[in-house]
């Protein structure tokens, strides 16, 4: 079984801070992690590599120290790691990022590619299912528990705004994982040393032959405009009255606000 764990390096969003003039994210000492949602992802792929003999594979698209959360998943116990960095892949949206990948991994052979259900440097949730639409992969979102029947059928448990679905589909596929799905795994000192005499690949723009005009700022239909902080909401009045008057409160501020 090979997997394909796709994962980002973002800002510690604990630490995050917006510039008030430009609407940009201040980076600049900011701390940078690996995205917890890809790495419950990874401890997946760890679990199925302990079980039944997998080969993880990581790759991630970014910057060359990008290279840190490789050298992480390597210590948690990856068996090889991919770098797409390359200028012109700068800029991209979700959809160049995700054209980008999928280039990337028609270049590898995989029977299962986790990702995370969404970075928190973004929210959005749509890089790991564009990246099955662009491979015509099945796929299942929000996962937070997976099987496998060591054959080609995997079963997965998916988290629902009601609860949860389980569902079975057959490789080659791709799921999107949950942080809060499982405890990824400590990296031990042996593996930490070891991490850093590992081999990364390093790839760019032109190993995974996806059009010019698909990828980077070229290829992407969409910007953000501005990022702001939620502002502060100010203090709330507090009444201490029968249930009655509580009634008769109500609705006058209801109807100062003009709802009713």
């Known amino acids: ?50 079980q039944y003999g997998a080969e993880v594979t990581v790759i ?8 840190a959360i490789l050298r992480e998943a390597f210590a948690m116990g990856a068996d090889k790691a991919i770098l797409l960095t390359d200028r ?28 995370g259900r969404q970075a928190i440097d973004g929210d959005t949730a749509q890089v790991g299912p564009q990246i099955a639409e662009h491979l015509d992969l099945p796929q299942v979102s929000y996962l937070v528990d997976l099987q496998y029947d060591g054959n080609k059928t995997i ?8 609860g949860y679905e389980v569902l ?8 999107t994982v949950l942080a809060s799905a499982v405890k990824p795994r400590y990296m031990n000192v042996a593996g930490i040393v070891e991490a850093y ?12 032959e996806v059009p010019a005009e698909h990828i980077g700022k070229a290829g992407s239909p969409t910007s953000v405009a501005k990022s702001f902080p939620k502002s502060v909401k100010p203090a709330g009045e507090k009444f201490e009255v029968s249930a009655e008057e509580a009634v008769d409160l109500i609705i006058n501020k209801l109807k100062e606000k003009h709802i009713i």
Request: aromatic share 2%.
């Open 1 to 50: 079984m090979k997997i394909v764990v796709c994962i980002k390096q973002v800002p510690d969003t604990a630490e995050v801070k917006i510039n008030p003039v430009t609407g940009t994210l201040i980076r600049e000492g900011v701390p940078s992690i690996m995205n917890p949602d890809d790495k419950g992802g990874l401890e997946f792929a760890l679990q199925l590599k302990e």
């Open 88 to 115: 012109r892949l700068g800029g991209a949206d979700t959809l160049a990022t995700s054209s980008a990948i999928a280039g990337a991994l028609r270049k590898m052979e995989y029977d299962l590619i986790i990702t």
């Open 155 to 162: 079963t997965v448990r998916k988290e629902t705004e009601d």
């Open 168 to 175: 079975q589909m057959e490789t080659p596929c791709l799921v």
């Open 60 to 67: 991630t698209m970014g910057l060359p120290q990008s290279d």
């Open 197 to 208: 005499n590992r081999e990364v690949e390093i790839w760019n723009a032109d190993m995974i």
